[in-house]
């Protein structure tokens, strides 16, 4: 096995580019237990840990542009106020000690069904960034994820980026686990209100074979929302959304959870961060009044 | 391959490192320090909790290769010669070691909490600070008392230290 330590962008694309073989290795809280259980035995690890670029964002006007290489500790210290859903999401992560160490990149490299950090990156119309030596590819988000654990990456690429526009009206998620920490979500749900669109973005996880956005429910609610009134949420229209979410999934029985339970506790927290989402949203309406 | 890192403030320099191998396993078996400790090996657990670069991680998960030229603190490097750090010294007041083998994680990880704290933390924060490293003794009271105990002792010596400060 051969540790590859490129120090810029242009050279890890360059030994991506020669080694398609070689595993990228950002925070390794995924990687390292495959290396530690010898369920993998990569020809090459590529470590992206030293290329500064890669462990930064970056805000022009209403775009954010997100490293791949930013922790899950750095999107809850510096990004709540911007990008609140993806704050609240990385905040589920783990432990402390896995939130200073995974990355927002790896997340979406490993690509798991129930990776923390997609529904509201869903959500959140966010894009993925991509290179290689044959240049730059922006990937709509819900075309990324194409089958459990398998990305739209080609051999020669690497993620450097997620593209998302800071939040314009409230954001939320919420995970079903066994505790508050060190779960893998039994399943997972996140909410984008817009309010100057009169649309709203929903993003599930962990009840797919991918992290899927729920458009039905996405359409349904933002023609049912009474975005001029700020009226309170109809029982019904909750209750609807709520089975559109749950609609949307197609997920299975396995160790953590049923599919039954879990398209009830979607449709449960549907509702749930959508009364969460409205009341910030009336909030903040009656502050501008 | 070599790995050259600094490790409680001394150089070390490991060869003969296969690439795939973690920080925790260079620690234990090649720079003698078995004091981090070796349970889950999937992060589960927090019992290789060490500083990296200034952050605690879970070294299990840190690829050997990642360390090289980085700083790591363990929790041999806490004492100062024969003389316990505060936290060390409230787990043992408190009673919050039985079994032993959780406790050099958690010690590292609640001396993180406290030197990032500003005041004394509530039962909450020390909680979900310590939300990431397993004891499967103590039921964990006695480990927040410590903690508690340690946040106390420290606020009681901050004034001191401030006065002494040049």
Known sequence: MDFLRPVTWAEALEVKAERPDARPIAGGTDLMVELNFGTTRPTALLDLTRIDELADWERAGERL?????????????????????????????????????????????SASPAGDAHPPLLASDATVEVESV??????????????????????????????????????????????????????????ALY????????????????????????????GALDWAGGGPVDEEVGRRFGALVAAAASPIDDVRGTAGYRRHALAVMARRTLAWAWHDYREAGTACA | MRVRFTVNGQQHVVDDVWPGESLLYVLRERCGLPGSKNACEQGECGSCTVYLDGRTVCACLVAAGQADGRVVGTVEG???????????????????????????GLIVQAHDLLENASGSPTDAEIREALAGNLCRCTGYEKIIEAVRRAAEARAHDAPTAEREAP
């Open chain 1, 195 to 222: 309010p100057a669109g009169r649309r709203v973005g929903a993003g599930v996880g962990s009840a797919a074979p991918t992290p899927v956005r729920a458009r039905a429910a996405e359409e349904f609610l933002s």
């Open chain 1, 134 to 191: 044959r240049g730059v590819r922006v990937l709509p988000i819900d075309g990324f994820f194409r089958r459990p654990k398998v990305n739209a990456l080609a051999p020669d690429e690497l993620i450097r980026a997620v593209r998302v526009d800071r939040a314009s009206g409230p954001q939320q998620f919420a995970k079903i686990g066994t505790r508050n920490a060190m779960v893998i979500a039994v399943c997972s749900f996140a909410l």
């Open chain 1, 65 to 109: 542009r997100i490293g791949a290489g930013v922790s899950y500790a750095r999107v809850v210290g510096e990004l709540g106020d911007l990008l609140p859903g993806l704050a609240i999401a990385a905040r589920t992560v783990g432990s402390p000690q896995i939130r200073n160490r995974g990355t927002i990149g790896g997340n979406l490299g």
């Open chain 2, 78 to 104: 806490l004492a100062a010669g024969e003389r316990l750090h505060p936290v060390q010294e409230a787990f043992v007041e408190a009673g919050a070691v039985q079994c032993g083998f959780c406790t050099p």
